[in-house]
T-cell receptor
């Protein structure tokens, strides 16, 4: 079992809709969780960090964490074509998932 | 430019040769990380430094790989006797020392192709 699991996608979402990205992790004692966006040919950039159970909102992005279920998600509201990228879930700073490719169709 | 810089951006080498990559972190960041990323995969952790001390190394870091961060500033990652399987993007990132919290800032990466 991989330490951080993500659906590889591609996930296709119409422009203006909500994109929902999911991630599960195996280490129950993990304390810090991150979502990174990576455009093709570019380096990852941080979108959201979350450390406690519940929701954390930042603009169009909402991260959700459920430690009991070992599950973290990222919601993107009012999806834009510029949101088309690979989204990487990371647990602590050193364990990354393989990423979910998101495509926003106009 | 005050971001993380990596050099060279691209390196093509023949199997068996040694290569070295350099990373200059953001100046006030005392943590520096190295990752390897292949197509369709997320970054795989290789090692990290806090100041000049190398605190953790991944099992991926075979004895052909060595990393240094003299004086706690820039870092180098050397791969000896390169193999075709070493072909990947090598990413460097830095952060402030905030335990497991805090943002990683990535460089643009050094792409290695081993022929």
């Amino acid at each position: 079992q991989k330490e951080v699991e993500q659906n590889s996608g591609p996930l296709s979402v119409p422009e203006g809709a909500i994109a929902s990205l999911n991630c599960t992790y195996s280490d129950r004692v993990s304390q810090s969780f991150f979502w990174y966006r990576q455009y093709s040919g570019k380096s990852p950039e941080l979108i959201m960090s979350i450390y406690s159970n519940g929701d954390k909102e930042d603009g169009r992005f909402t991260a959700q964490l459920n430690k009991a279920s070992q599950y973290v998600s990222l919601l993107i509201r009012d999806s834009q074509p510029s949101d088309s990228a690979t989204y990487l879930c990371a647990v602590s700073k050193i364990i990354f998932g393989s990423g979910t490719r998101l495509s926003i169709r106009p | 430019d005050t971001g993380v810089s990596q050099d060279p951006r691209h390196k093509i080498t023949k199997r068996g040769q040694n290569v070295t990559f350099r990373c200059d972190p953001i100046s006030e960041h005392n943590r520096l990380y190295w990752y390897r990323q292949t197509l369709g995969q997320g970054p795989e952790f290789l090692t990290y430094f806090q100041n000049e001390a190398q605190l953790e190394k991944s099992r991926l870091l075979s004895d052909r790989f060595s990393a240094e961060r003299p004086k706690g500033s820039f870092s180098t990652l050397e791969i000896q006797r390169t193999e075709q399987g070493d072909s990947a993007m090598y990413l460097c990132a830095s952060s402030r020392d905030r335990g497991n919290t805090g943002e990683l800032f990535f460089g643009e990466g050094s792409r290695l192709t081993v022929l």
